[in-house]
């Protein structure tokens, strides 16, 4: 077993950083992807170049690939049932259903694109 050690670059980074670690954190519960945002060197800025391992990468690759089918996958479920159950029907949840099915699809095409080529793990 391979005991895990802390990265000490990011650990001077997330130090250094703390207040935008956190609200990045934070923000990660409602999209785990905004957790690559700190890795982007957004406007050639420190605050955004954290050191993070390629371990990391992944697992907020992988985090972000089950949460289609934890998240988005049964929103589509619910909206179908209520267009199908809708007594009266309206546009408004017509267009929710396709705008659903349309990011379903874009990100599972994204997420089979980066598995391929692994862009996620880039510097």
Same mark, same amino acid.
């Given at each position: 077993?391979? %005991?895990?050690?802390?990265?000490?670059?990011? !650990?001077?980074?997330? &130090?250094? $950083?703390?207040?935008?670690?956190?609200?990045?954190?934070?923000?990660?519960?409602?999209?785990?992807?905004?957790?690559?945002?700190? #890795?982007?060197?957004?406007?050639?800025?420190?605050?955004? $170049?954290?050191? &993070?391992?390629?371990?990391? &990468?992944?697992?907020?690759?992988?985090?972000? +690939?089950?949460?289609?089918?934890?998240?988005?996958?049964?929103?589509?479920?619910?909206?179908? +049932?209520?267009?199908?159950?809708? !007594?009266?029907?309206?546009?408004?949840?017509?267009? %929710?259903?396709?705008?659903?099915?349309? %990011?379903?699809?874009? $990100? !599972?095409? #994204? #997420?089979?694109?980066?598995? #391929? +080529?692994?862009?996620?793990?880039?510097?």
């Amino acid at each position: 077993m391979i %005991a895990w050690m802390p990265n000490e670059d990011f !650990v001077r980074w997330f &130090l250094k $950083n703390m207040r935008i670690t956190i609200l990045f954190g934070l923000l990660s519960i409602i999209h785990i992807d905004t957790l690559k945002m700190l #890795k982007l060197r957004l406007g050639g800025l420190e605050l955004f $170049n954290a050191p &993070l391992p390629n371990i990391s &990468l992944t697992i907020i690759f992988w985090g972000s +690939y089950f949460s289609i089918f934890l998240t988005e996958i049964p929103q589509f479920i619910i909206q179908v +049932y209520y267009i199908f159950s809708a !007594v009266m029907y309206d546009i408004i949840p017509l267009f %929710a259903i396709i705008a659903s099915s349309l %990011a379903i699809i874009i $990100n !599972v095409v #994204k #997420k089979l694109f980066s598995i #391929k +080529y692994k862009p996620y793990l880039s510097n």
